[in-house]
């Protein structure tokens, strides 16, 4: 349902304000940094925008025969597989049995890699890199991009500051390139590559990727000094370095054989599942999701390097979008031509008001109220009214204290395993609406037993009013194509279907609740 509230409510779960964990892998905290006075060739430009956008044509010209070999991006990551040595360790085995007897890693880990594991795979062919790679951000951060650890490092990849600075991964209160999964999957097999350069051996990079390439360093000469074996096994490194490299041969041997461990993996076609948008400038993420037909919140998963509820506002602008809704956002912005991209309220200028604290209190710059406003400097006069930007969270807080003055809200007690985003798809509030509904921060650690404050069941739900529809999804249908079709909403299709992701395939059969009266897509559905 679409709920809406006017005042937040008592908070019912206890923050923390270091680490999100959204699975149960270990996020390290160590102080990895690149050291480059000590890569033979180290990296000296971190990737652009520019650089995304190439790989993404470029993968575009190569998909037709990337599809040709197979239609299942897992198989094509298993024929790339390329390590050899030492997968049934006994270091292995025991992170074997973990994943196996822990499989809501693996099953959140891969829902959340559907929309990015394509460009990734396909970066790590382009550089003959084995495709173990693709399954690193599950041991860092369960493919998590909101995923921050206690030492400040972030993203999929979980680059800490220093890191990110040296690969021009920039991050201000708008943006943080180090959770675009798509800067940041350059940026960080950039740094894999020069630590394989330095190395000359896969095992010892990924240690160095993790601990510190001098750390490793350090534990190589001491075991040379002692006339000991310089291999990763038998190096003495942190407790955290030492399991990492088994972490990723357990996975690999998951990943090889599914059935064999029991593995459920989430079906990732073998073709781009996202395409990049440039709308010249800075745009509300609502906004442009409604453009479209997606919820804002799962635009914002597609696009999670912003911070706030609109790209930046003069820098990175860009937006991922799903393929096949990319020419409607096209044709969409054409026909909204150079109006602003985002939504405003309107504000009374008071006595003692200037531009500064004005876009303080709005959470915006100067330079966007000019640009809303029309204003050629930063004058402007008490009873003047300007137009200042509403956020997604403003609009979420809303909607949330509507319905708990309707009494529609209940408790829900927080389980092994839940993320804010696996209690939206259960309940069916966006997780703007479930932060604005129990006052969480963007670092508030979800702890198993406390509780939340969520959407009754079938609360509003469009369900209640429908018409049930049986529809059998087509070759080259999404979620979010039926959801325009139907006009419905993802969520719902997703709920109604008890979907934990975007992934469908040809000849499956959904549910859909449309109004009785609506007889053309009842019969669309019929039709098909």
């Known amino acids: 349902m679409m709920i809406r509230p006017r005042s937040r409510l008592p908070l019912g779960l206890t923050l923390g304000l270091t680490t999100l964990l959204v699975s149960a892998c270990s996020l390290h905290d160590?102080?990895?940094?690149?050291?480059?006075?000590?890569?033979?060739?180290?990296?000296?430009?971190?990737?652009?925008?520019?650089?995304v956008q190439a790989a993404m044509e470029r993968q575009a010209r190569e998909a037709a025969d990337q599809a040709a070999e197979t239609d299942d991006l897992w198989e094509r990551t298993r024929l790339g597989f390329g390590f050899t040595d030492d997968l049934h360790h006994e270091r292995v085995e025991q992170y074997i049995e973990h994943y196996s007897n822990n499989p809501r890693i693996i099953q959140l880990s891969t829902e959340r890699a559907e929309p990015f594991a394509y460009f990734i795979l396909s970066e790590i062919e382009?550089?003959?890199?084995?495709?173990?790679?693709?399954?690193?951000?599950?041991?860092?951060?369960?493919?998590?991009?909101?995923?921050?650890?206690?030492?400040?490092?972030?993203?999929?990849?979980?680059f800490i500051p220093a890191t990110g600075d040296h690969f021009d991964l920039a991050r201000d209160e708008w943006y943080d390139g180090r959770r675009d999964v798509y800067q940041s999957t350059l940026a960080a097999l950039d740094y894999l590559e020069a630590l394989h350069q330095r190395f000359d051996d896969w095992y010892l990079a990924l240690a160095a990727y993790n601990f510190g390439q001098g750390n490793v360093t350090r534990a190589i000469e001491r075991n040379a000094a002692r006339g000991e074996p310089t291999d990763y096994w038998n190096l003495e490194l942190s407790a955290e370095a030492t399991a990492y490299v088994p972490r990723l041969l357990?996975?690999?041997?998951?990943?090889?054989?599914?059935?064999?461990?029991?593995?459920?993996?989430?079906?990732?076609?073998?073709?781009?599942a996202l395409e990049r948008?440039?709308?010249?400038?800075?745009?509300?993420l609502a906004l442009i999701a409604e453009m479209i037909g997606l919820e804002a919140d799962d635009l914002k998963r597609l696009n999670p390097g912003y911070q706030r509820h609109?790209?930046?506002?003069?820098?990175?602008?860009?937006?991922?979008?799903?393929?096949?809704a990319a020419e409607a956002l096209e044709v969409a912005l054409t026909e909204h031509g150079e109006n602003p991209l985002i939504r405003f309220r309107e504000y009374t200028v008071a006595s003692g008001d200037n531009l500064g604290s004005i876009a303080q209190r709005a959470g915006t710059r100067v330079a966007v109220l000019r640009e809303m406003n029309g204003l050629n400097g930063d004058n402007i006069r008490a009873g003047q009214t300007l137009?200042?930007?509403?956020t997604g969270?403003?609009?979420?807080?809303?909607?949330?204290?509507?319905?708990?003055?309707?009494?529609?809200?209940?408790?829900?007690?927080?389980?092994?395993?839940?993320?804010?985003?696996?209690?939206?798809?259960?309940?069916?509030?966006?997780?703007?609406?479930?932060?604005?509904?129990?006052?969480?921060?963007?670092?508030?650690?979800?702890?198993?037993?406390?509780?939340?404050?969520?959407?009754?069941?079938?609360?509003?739900?469009?369900?209640?009013?429908?018409?049930?529809?049986a529809y059998e999804v087509q070759p080259g249908d999404s979620l979010s194509s039926i959801a325009r079709q139907f006009q419905v909403s993802v969520s719902d299709l997703r709920r109604w279907n008890s979907l934990?992701?975007?992934?469908?395939?040809?000849?499956?059969?959904?549910?859909?609740?449309?109004?009785?009266?609506?007889?053309?897509?009842?019969?669309?559905?019929r039709d098909v």
């Open 310 to 324: 609109a790209t930046h506002p003069s820098n990175a602008q860009h937006l991922f979008v799903p393929h096949d």
């Open 250 to 272: 357990a996975l690999r041997e998951l990943f090889l054989n599914p059935d064999e461990h029991g593995t459920q993996l989430t079906p990732i076609a073998n073709e781009p």
């Open 126 to 158: 382009k550089r003959d890199m084995p495709a173990e790679l693709l399954l690193l951000p599950i041991v860092e951060s369960g493919f998590a991009a909101e995923a921050t650890s206690s030492g400040r490092a972030a993203g999929i990849w979980q």
């Open 393 to 469: 969270q403003e609009d979420a807080e809303i909607q949330v204290a509507a319905a708990a003055e309707a009494g529609e809200l209940d408790t829900y007690e927080i389980q092994e395993g839940d993320s804010l985003w696996t209690i939206s798809e259960r309940t069916g509030m966006t997780i703007s609406e479930l932060r604005a509904a129990n006052e969480l921060e963007r670092d508030a650690i979800l702890r198993p037993g406390d509780t939340l404050q969520v959407a009754q069941a079938n609360g509003g739900s469009s369900s209640d009013n429908g018409r049930s529809v």
């Open 387 to 390: 137009k200042l930007p509403v």
């Open 500 to 525: 934990n992701g975007d992934g469908i395939r040809a000849g499956e059969t959904l549910t859909l609740y449309v109004a009785e009266a609506d007889e053309e897509a009842i019969a669309r559905a």
């Open 277 to 284: 948008i440039e709308p010249g400038r800075q745009a509300d």
């Open 30 to 51: 160590s102080e990895r940094a690149l050291d480059t006075s000590q890569v033979d060739k180290p990296v000296v430009e971190g990737p652009t925008q520019a650089d």
